[in-house]
């Protein structure tokens, strides 16, 4: 079994910052491709960003390109989003995930943190 823990989330300003943490324990063998996501009221949840194992490729929404940057630290076990610029419409519990490559399918996630943008 894998175990994600989120940590990072809270209440900021628009134009603020924010950096997420995901730690990653338990069965986290090679080759895991890293994902966040966001799930705001109302709304389906969404894909924000993803990095592949060991970390050369990344992958964004349109919706953050530019202001948010997803990192992981492998031997830390430990998956990053630092969001810039935030903007009210970020606000969202924001939720790690976890898939063995090349499977297109998350099978791990974590208990989400929020992130609540005020304007």
């Known amino acids: 079994q894998v175990q994600l823990v989120e940590s990072g989330g809270g209440l900021v300003q628009a134009g603020g910052s924010l950096r997420l943490s995901c730690a990653a324990s338990g069965r986290t063998s090679k080759n895991n491709d890293m994902g966040w996501f966001r799930q705001a009221p109302g709304k389906e949840r969404e894909f924000v960003a993803a990095?592949?194992?060991?970390?050369?490729?990344?992958y964004y929404a349109d919706s953050v390109k530019g202001r948010f940057t997803i990192s992981r630290d492998n031997a830390k076990g430990t998956v990053y989003l630092q969001m810039n610029s935030l903007k009210p419409e970020d606000t969202a519990v924001y939720y790690c995930?976890?898939?063995?490559?090349?499977?297109?399918?998350?099978?791990?996630w974590g208990q989400g943190t929020q992130v609540t943008v005020s304007s």
């Open positions: 995930a976890l898939k063995r490559a090349p499977s297109q399918t998350y099978n791990y």
């Open positions: 990095i592949n194992w060991p970390g050369g490729s990344t």
